[in-house]
Structure formats: structure tokens, C-alpha cells
């Protein structure tokens, strides 16, 4: 038999689910900080978790792995769960026939390393690129975290991968998962294409295993970032979009040659708050002409940093104490994204990092340099010092190697 409380709590997201899907979003919060319990802290401080149920915090603890682009989704209760749970798409993304093929457990252990990849399809035909490819590394205590970019255009060795009929070869990572998208007969695959990016990245970095994978369409990035109200984040230099006009309308085509002309949506130095279009279009930026002077490079960082603004706007009060919000970003979130556990859920998942907190998370850059210049431009590569990172990683050192290298942390400041 339902008991009371969790009666009130499916009465109040079937509210929400009826009043969410066009209101508006509401301000942002300030994120809030409590110990592992919820409790205040020092000082008698109401904690933001007070009066919260418990279904409501768990939908913030799976933040760290849904928000490389995504929003945070979970549930504690057994009534709720099929609503959240089942809204996430499932494929089998590692080619073991693990999505939902074991039955459903909670004994998640670390260490993890999970395999984050941003894909922009421009329609059903096109074999998808790799627009964003993240390893979220966590250590055995599954208290912290740490995050790297892998450049999209790193020149590696792609294994051959029978299924797409794809013989092996060189070329830039991105196109990994092209390459292994391709299916005789039908449109290109995404799921199979992560399985050989996923290889691909396995042989370039040495992670011997990946402990699960997700898949973020952008478009729906947007979306997940518009339900949470917009997120407040600092912008480190001005960057001026090659994209869009301050408007967020597209810029229009140079008819004289490549590129684009008319105003530009201008991101200012500082504390911004940004929409879903802008902070879509922010983490895209990539060119020194538009105030990114390290290229690629930081287009990473960015992305690294929007993530974390992100987890600290999940756990922000505005999100977890509205259940309107709350369930708009949950249900964001779970069309936006397709994640594969290896036999393991979301749920899983989100129970085994419920300790983790922005906080929490470290901001890796990898050092690298281009294979040529200009029209004999091949792609990235990585310094030496990155294989010294990998093997610290391998034998869970990552603290040590970093008093060491201090200059492998991305500041967000």
C-alpha cells in the first residue's frame, strides 16, 4: 500500500509534470553548501535541504555525470522511478548487450572512469562527429572527481571495427565514432558509433575499461539549461560568437566568402548569467578572432567550467526545493540523453556519487600541440607529460600527480 507522504509526493509531480512542460523558469538561486547528511552547517544555518523529500535530493546526485552538458535526474522513490528512469534512452553503447540486460543493483564501486560524448547530428543521415568527448575519472572513496578533455582533433590510430565494415586507420578522434556509425542499410548509428570511440579513446589514453558512457544531444542541452532557469557562471575573457547575433538569432552567411557578418552575441569578463542558446553557444567558441586565443584548448576549459556551474546550479535551493523546476529538468535531461551503465542504472549510478559535489570536482587539461600548420595541418597531439597524467590515473595517484604538476588544473578563476 502507498503510504501518505508518497502519495502527497506523486500527487505533487503530477502537478508538476501538467504545469511544467511551458511555464517559464524561474530565477536562479545561489547554490548551498551542507554536509553529507543535509544537515546545516556551523552557525545554526537552515540547511537547503530541510523539509526537502527524499526523492527531491536524490534528483540533484546524479548531476556530476549528467551535466557534462545535462542536468541532474534521480529518484529515490519506487513509485517515481519508472517516470524518471524510463524517460532516459538506453542503447547498448560498449557492444556487450549490457543496457538493461542484468538485473537492476545498487553495489556500484569505484574506481569509475565514464565516457561523456556531445554529438550536434545535423540530421538522421549524416554519420554524427564527436563535438565534445570528457572522461569523468572517480577515485574508489567516490567522494571527488576529475574531469578531462580530450582534444576532438587528437591524430590517433582507429582500431578497425567490423560492424561498420570500417578497416582501421589515422586520423582525428572526433571522426571515431563516424566511422563506426555506419550501418548497411539503415541511417548512421550513434550508440554504435560511441562503441568504437570508445575503443579509439581506450587505446589513446590506456583506461583499459570504461564503467559506463553517455551520449548528450546539444539540442536538447539547450532545453535542460532553459528548465534550470539559466545558470550563473564566470566567464573569464571576453568572447565575441562566430554564431549568433546578440539576439540569438544565427548570423547570417558571408556571400563574398567563408564565415559569417552582422552583430555579434558578446560575452563579458566576469559573472554572467546565461540561457540555454547562450550557454550553448558560449562552450562552442573556439577561435582566437572571437576571444579564445588557445583554440580548442579553451573550448575545453569552457566546457569544463560550464560544467561545474552546472552541478553547483543543481544543488542550488532554486532547483531542488522546486518540484515544478525539478521535474522540467529531469524530463530535459532524460530526452536529451542516451547512457549506458554496463548492467547498471542512472539510479545506480546516481546512489554511488550522491557524495560528490561541485566542489569536489578537479578541471584537468591536458598538454598537447598541433602536427603542422596551415594547409599541413593534421590535427592534435598530446605531450609526453599527458602519459605520466594516464599512469597516475591507472594507479589512482591523481592527488599526488597534481601536487607535482600543478599545471594540469584548469582554474575556473
Known sequence: ????????????????GKGGRDGKAGTVGKAGTVDKAGRAGKGGKRSIWSGVPRWARACTIFGVVLLML???????????????????????????????????KSNVKGPLNILLVGIDPRDAKTPPLADSIMVLHVPESLDRAYIFSVPRDLYVDIPKFDKAGYRGGSGKINGAMSHGSIVEGKNPSAAQGFELLAKTVQKATGITRFDA??????????????????????????????HREPNGKHRKGNPYGEGYIGPQAVYKK???HLSGWQALDYVRQRYPKNGVPDA????????????????????????????????RVIRAAGQSLTFNGRGNSVVDFAIALKDIRSENVELIKLPGEGIGTGNGYRGERLLPAADDFFAALKDEQLDAFLLEHPEFRNKVK
Do not use: C, W
Not at 73 to 80: D, F, H, P, S
Not at 227 to 232: H, L, R
Open 213 to 242: 558512457g553517455a551520449i548528450i544531444n546539444f539540442t536538447g542541452f539547450q532545453k535542460i539549461v532553459d528548465a534550470m532557469g539559466g545558470v550563473d557562471m564566470y566567464i573569464e575573457r571576453e568572447v565575441r560568437s562566430e
Open 70 to 104: 545535462s542536468g541532474a535526474v534521480l529518484v529515490g522513490y519506487e513509485t517515481l522511478l519508472s517516470r524518471y528512469e524510463g524517460s532516459v534512452g538506453k542503447a547498448d553503447l560498449f557492444g556487450d548487450k549490457a543496457a538493461g540486460a542484468q538485473e537492476r
Open 1 to 16: 500500500m502507498t503510504s501518505p507522504r508518497a502519495r502527497r509526493m506523486e500527487l505533487l509531480v503530477g502537478k508538476a
Open 270 to 272: 566576469g559573472n554572467q
Open 296 to 327: 580548442d584548448y579553451g573550448r575545453q576549459r569552457h566546457q569544463q567550467q560550464f560544467i561545474k556551474a552546472m552541478v553547483s546550479q543543481a544543488f542550488s535551493a532554486d532547483v531542488v526545493t522546486n518540484p515544478i523546476k525539478l521535474d
